[in-house]
């Protein structure tokens, strides 16, 4: 198998082994609820190191000046969890408009996985949602949501402002 098939299995696999890699909202998404932050920060050190360890991010996704947040969840009858991102309403008094972008079957798929924020720029990646698109580059003008496990596999999130998605791209297996 030639490296470029190698890389695209490879990415295949990854999405498979951490949960479906749709950026399309999966369930009702108040239906989820936060992780405790100070369950996380008494099981890893490495969480400690983060304020809201790397559990809970605020950053601008679309592009609009207003902080959005993001946060690893889990269902109310704690039998999944997720990612849910919350982009912020321009009227104070509107809701957010919330979404699961990655939901796992196992309910502590959370206690391994992480969130960051990435600056605006050029990303290279090895596949794009479901696709393995190897080798690829995407520029942003927005903060890329960092979705990742802790010295293992990685990937980030860009809304797309034209199709109301979110695109989840793997740089890492």
């Known amino acids: 198998m030639n490296r470029l098939h190698l890389l695209g299995a490879t990415a295949v696999l990854a999405a498979a082994s951490i949960g479906p890699s749709s950026a399309q909202p999966a369930g009702?998404?108040?239906?989820?609820?936060?992780?405790?932050?100070?369950?996380?920060?008494?099981?890893?050190?490495?969480?400690r190191t983060s304020p809201n360890a790397f559990a809970q991010v605020r950053l601008d996704m679309n592009g609009d000046g207003l902080q959005d947040e993001a946060a690893l969840v889990v269902d109310r009858i704690r039998h999944r969890s997720g990612l849910r991102v919350c982009l912020a309403a321009k009227d104070p008094s509107a809701p957010a408009d919330c979404r699961i972008l990655a939901e796992h079957e196992i309910e502590d798929a959370y206690d391994i996985m992480a969130l960051d924020v990435r600056a605006p720029g050029c990303h290279d990646y090895n596949a794009l949602n479901d696709r393995a698109d190897v080798d690829g580059r995407v520029c942003s003008r927005t903060q890329a949501l960092d979705y990742f496990r802790f010295a293992s596999s990685s990937?980030?999130?860009?809304?797309?402002?034209?199709?109301?998605?979110f695109n989840r791209y793997w740089d890492s297996d």
Do not use: C, G, M
């Open 155 to 165: 990937s980030f999130f860009l809304y797309d402002p034209k199709t109301d998605r």
């Open 28 to 47: 009702n998404p108040e239906h989820w609820t936060a992780v405790s932050i100070d369950s996380l920060k008494r099981k890893d050190a490495w969480r």
